[in-house]
């Protein structure tokens, strides 16, 4: 038996508005897909209302936090404006929900802290997996995984070779508070003393260029750009050793789980299409080249 579809013009745009935006409306009124394409796209979605994903189709703008990491996100020197790699990865999902992305910056001290508020939906920052992160904010799938390295200043160059030259009581380390380094270094280098810094990641190497700390940890990519954005008096520390290596990634709120499960597939197509590679080595070639 044969079954028409009635969809009068109103329920169909209604329908198509509510899945794909006046995009997608477009092409189907302009007779660009089959009946059944057509009947497929125009059932109901079935995400939750309450989640963030239907919040922000629905609004059309998705609030994301983010804390400046060279070269994941940061603002350019010149024009003041955000770019880096998580930066170009949270641009291509707003593109791809058809929605505007929105940014508010916040310390690593605080960026878990604004997401539990509802300050914004989603980090967008280059966040290390820590446990005591992960019971508290729920960590979307790895977009990236790396290491740490460590910085010391030139005239103590000859002090560490490697990092087994880093677990002594004479050692200092100068971190940034609220980063995946400070749990990595109490568990790796439990000799060694930590002094900590708050706000911006690179503000805590200033220690260790007044020679009032002894080595800088930030992770691999990151650490060798410093380095060599400050070659003045910054030494990169076995370049070829990383340490500490773990997830890299995004994190949500709990308790939305279409929006999790969204985020987990998306990031998983991002990274085995080559986008997240092409844009690390897009920023990488172009900041050792001093541009």
Known sequence: ????????????????????????????????????????????????????????????????????????????????????????????????????????????????????????????????????????VNYTAPLWHKGHLAVCHKDNARRFKSAADFNRPDVTFSINLGTREEHVLKVLFPKAKIVTTSGQIFLAAEPVRAKKADLWVSGDLDAIIFAKKNSSWAHLIDPAGPFGKGANTWAIRYGDPAWKFFLDMWVDNMVASGFVQERYDYYKETMMAGS
């Not at 009635?6 to 997608?24: H, N």
């Not at 629905?58 to 990491?69: I, P």
């Not at 790699?85 to 593109?95: G, N, P, Q, R, W």
């Open 1 to 136: 038996m044969n079954t028409k579809l009635k969809i009068t013009k109103r329920t169909f745009m209604k329908s198509a508005l509510g899945v794909g935006g006046l995009g997608l409306a477009a092409r189907l009124l302009g007779g660009l897909g089959s009946p059944r394409e057509v009947y497929a796209q125009l059932l109901e979605s079935g995400i939750d209302e309450k989640s963030v994903l239907a919040r922000v189709k629905k609004e059309g703008k998705l609030k994301v936090g983010y804390a400046q990491t060279l070269p994941w996100v940061h603002k350019d020197a010149k024009t003041g404006s955000l770019a880096g790699i998580y930066y170009d990865v949270a641009e291509a999902l707003a593109k791809e929900l058809e929605i505007k992305a929105e940014y508010q910056e916040v310390s690593w001290a605080d960026a878990t802290i604004g997401l539990r508020k509802g300050d914004f939906d989603l980090f967008g920052s280059s966040l290390m997996y820590t446990v005591p992160r992960a019971l508290v």
